[in-house]
């Protein structure tokens, strides 16, 4: 895997792992874009190319989630390798400047979660199990969004009770002792993602 696309993947990951925050998951996600993309000094012409590659990406997900002859695992598989794919291309339109900044950035959020994590102390299933869990969250807050056409305000109870489903099912995988630390760094993730 290049340094680039171990990059995206852990940016991918740590948006996926931060969903289970309230704060962060009502911003649309061209608002998270929009943000990064300021802090990162994106031009109007780089905006322009990420987008059409967002929509081209949106347009090939869509036909992906509402092929009937797919199972759900094919669907997660194709999903998957969309998002590589697109982060590739979006990796492609960013200066080495700017992907220097957005690996900055995206490192200091993998810190703050690494810090999580670390306090965990997963055992290599539990992190393997963890990463299951939120890939097929990612899926399913997607199919989620799917059915009202991206309307995060529409969906707003069913992706509170998804947020909530997801943490029950990551602290289904700790011990009593992880569990505790769990709930305290979920409390304290109330306010939103990024470092502190």
Do not use: C, W
């Amino acid at each position: 895997m290049s340094r680039l696309s171990r990059i995206f993947a852990t940016a991918t990951f740590v948006f996926l792992s931060s969903m289970v925050t309230p704060a962060f998951a009502q911003r649309s996600g061209m608002e998270r874009i929009e943000e990064v993309a300021a802090e990162i000094g994106v031009t109007e012409t780089q905006r322009a190319q990420i987008k059409r590659v967002i929509q081209a990406k949106k347009a090939k997900a869509d036909a992906i989630k509402a092929d009937k002859k797919l199972t759900y695992d094919q669907k997660s598989d194709k999903l998957k390798a969309l998002r590589k794919e697109g982060r590739d291309e979006i990796g492609k339109i960013l200066t080495p400047e700017q992907r220097e900044a957005l690996r900055n950035r995206m490192e200091k959020r993998r810190d703050r979660f690494q810090e999580v994590v670390k306090s965990l102390e997963l055992t290599d299933a539990q992190r393997a199990k963890a990463r299951e869990i939120l890939e097929d969250a990612g899926d399913e807050r997607d199919m989620i969004l799917e059915a009202t056409n991206g309307d995060r305000r529409a969906a707003r109870k069913e992706l509170k009770a998804h947020r909530e489903k997801t943490a029950q099912k990551l602290r289904a995988i700790l011990n009593p002792a992880q569990q505790k630390k769990f709930d305290a760094a979920k409390r304290d993730m109330q306010d939103g993602p990024g470092p502190r």
